[in-house]
């Protein structure tokens, strides 16, 4: 499948969020959970995109995805104004379609579309949770967090915060 301008725009978001967690910028905890939704309308589309609801989820998706963008670009611009019009340049150029992250050809079947520099954990829990615990946890440590099912968790972010954790979550396995 071929990469729409839209996940080169989601791949330099979840990037920025990254690099502004790393430099200790606090991130308004919705966020994470939003580009995980809008990961998930993306993948929706992808699916069908001649289907009338695929078309409308793409649609909620590039407004979702506007919406974060303004509030990162507007952190990165208060942090730095440099570090603000690198990513504004690369939002910039992936909105135009071009390639601003590769896409690794070689990734698992099931994993796809990982942010480049973040890992990726999928965790399949014995039965249903409760999302608010769950997604408090991954937005303390600064993690993507995407609900595939009711019991099937895709967590992105560093690698030492994700096995972070999934020591907090640790517990949840075994309900």
């Known amino acids: 499948m071929s990469t729409l301008p839209i996940e080169q725009s989601w791949l330099v978001i979840a ?3 990254s690099e502004l967690h ?3 910028i606090p991130i308004p905890k919705e966020l994470n959970k939003d580009l995980g939704l809008v990961k998930s309308q993306i993948g929706f589309y992808k699916k069908d995109p001649s289907h009338p609801d695929m078309i409308n989820e793409m649609a909620k998706a590039d407004m979702s995805l506007n919406e974060i963008q303004g509030v990162l670009l507007s952190l990165a611009e208060s942090y730095d104004k440099e570090f603000y019009e690198e ?3 690369k939002l910039q150029r992936a909105n135009r379609g ?5 896409i690794s050809d070689t990734q698992s079947r099931f ?3 990982v942010p480049p520099g973040l890992s990726y954990a999928k965790i399949t829990l014995r039965n249903p ?18 609900f595939d099912t009711d019991s099937t968790i895709a967590l992105y972010g560093e690698k030492s915060n994700i096995q ?6 640790a517990p949840f396995f075994a309900e």
């Open 15 to 17: 990037n920025l969020s």
């Open 22 to 24: 790393k430099k200790g």
């Open 87 to 89: 990513w504004l340049d």
């Open 98 to 102: 071009e390639e601003i992250f590769k």
């Open 111 to 113: 994993i796809q579309n």
């Open 129 to 146: 949770i409760a999302e608010d615990r769950v997604q408090e946890i991954a937005e303390y440590y600064g993690l993507i967090m995407e």
């Open 164 to 169: 972070l954790a999934l020591k907090e979550m």
